[in-house]
């Protein structure tokens, strides 16, 4: 293997490739730290659990803001959801968007469920996207309506559960990562786990009705991404 040399490794003791392949690890698949461990050791790599902890509490959030700023514009129909988590005994909600093809736009992690709420949710879309949607599809929660009329007044709102399954559908990786993390431990932690492994997720996230050799190049594609993304120029 040849150590990729970048100023964000500095004083780092492991190259660039080894922290970004144990990056990718931790929040691309439902692994929990001592899983990435291990599988790290299988490979010779002498890493503890809680290094993998630090480089990816580091390292993360800058890797996941690139990739938001590398991927296309968001789809014009977005779809809201949220879904209720439990963190040190008291329930919180989950707030996500995504688009029509899947990707996710964002997430909150939030104490309410009130129209309050879904205002934050539409501020901070609107902020990071920069334009609204075409139209917006929620569940009956009441509190959707009330936050589009002030935040987007003009745009379509259609509220229909059976509308809505591809945001319920992005809550299943959240579920199982819960599961092997037994539960998260503050709304903190939760957001910027999340945060980052949405994104990550976003980046590999197979494109729906395409064919085997479709789906291995958009895959070689992803893996260049984050190899520029992360800084490493040869493949680890």
Request: proline share 4%.
């Amino acid at each position: 293997m040849n150590s990729t040399h970048h100023p964000r490794y500095a004083r780092h003791r492991f190259p660039a490739e080894v922290i970004s392949h144990a990056v990718w690890l931790y929040f691309r698949f439902p692994h929990s730290l001592r899983m990435v461990e291990e599988m790290l050791a299988a490979r010779g790599i002498p890493v503890s659990h809680e290094t993998v902890r630090q480089w990816a509490l580091k390292f993360g959030q800058g890797f996941a803001n690139q990739i938001r700023r590398r991927l296309p514009a968001a789809g014009d129909k977005w779809h809201l959801d949220e879904v209720v988590i439990s963190i040190a005994g008291r329930k919180h909600w989950l707030w996500r968007a995504v688009d029509q093809h899947g990707v996710v736009l964002d997430i909150l992690v939030q104490s309410r469920r009130d129209t309050k709420a879904a205002k934050r949710l539409l501020r901070k879309l609107l902020k990071k996207q920069g334009i609204a949607p075409r139209v917006m599809i929620t569940d009956k929660l009441a509190s959707y309506g009330a936050a589009k009329r002030e935040i987007m007044p003009s745009v379509e709102h259609r509220q229909h559960k059976g509308l809505n399954n591809r945001a319920e559908n992005s809550h299943q990786p959240t579920r199982r990562r819960e599961r092997i993390m037994k539960r998260f431990k503050s709304a903190g932690q939760a957001q910027r786990f999340l945060s980052v492994r949405d994104q990550v997720a976003n980046l590999f996230r197979r494109p729906a009705n395409t064919n085997a050799g479709d789906h291995r190049e958009a895959r070689s594609h992803a893996f260049t991404a984050w190899a520029e993304v992360t800084g490493v120029a040869v493949s680890f």
